[in-house]
């Protein structure tokens, strides 16, 4: 914990974020938190790290949009807990409070934003809500599918040494390269490891489709 808190904190993007009134390091440690809290619940901890990690993730998505894919993974987590030997009642039940808990923390800020702008993921989905003069036509950055795969394949060597692509913001530690061939054999040995690329992959994966900025993946 000690070493991963280290490594963490060595990445020269975060110290400068750290040192600005850029949200992502309190977004970060949220989910952080909130990933903790829902492992602890997982591992026998009792419901009140359940309701702790739908408060800590519903206050990532009210500090960031980013937050919801969060919300939405540890969702799908509170429903599989427990393997094919849980009740699905006991499932429903949880996943039904966690949802609630969420749902809860998330109102009061996303209804403020839907009261002023009309849209509670303002300037998204404008298709649906309206646009605004935040709208500037389609994304700047449209890629087909496999350009998509390309910059996921590519984000790791990217946000180290290609500062220029991501607005010249500092970069990711290098230990972070070096460091993949050790993770791709704890995935194959350990299942939690597994688990742990794969929302990193999928979330790596997903905001390829924004534009480039290393500040959006820092929470991985």
Known sequence: GWLAAALFLGNPIVVYLAGTGYIEAGFTLFVTAGLYALDRWRSGGGRGWLLLAAVLVATACDVKYLGLFFAGIMGIGVLLAGGRGRPVSARVRD??????VCLAFLAPWYLRIYAFAGNPLFPYLPGIFGASIWNTGGPPEALQLHGHLVRWLRLPWDLVF???????????????????????????RDRWVRTALLVTGAYTFLFTFLPADGRDRKSV
């Not at 692509?165 to 194959?188: E, T």
Request: hydrophobic fraction near 50%; charge should be positive; aromatic fraction near 16%.
């Open 162 to 188: 290609r500062r220029d692509l991501y607005n010249q913001q500092p970069p990711f530690s290098p230990f972070y390269l070096a460091a993949i061939p050790v993770l791709l054999l704890g995935a194959v």
């Open 95 to 100: 996943g039904l409070l966690f949802g609630a």
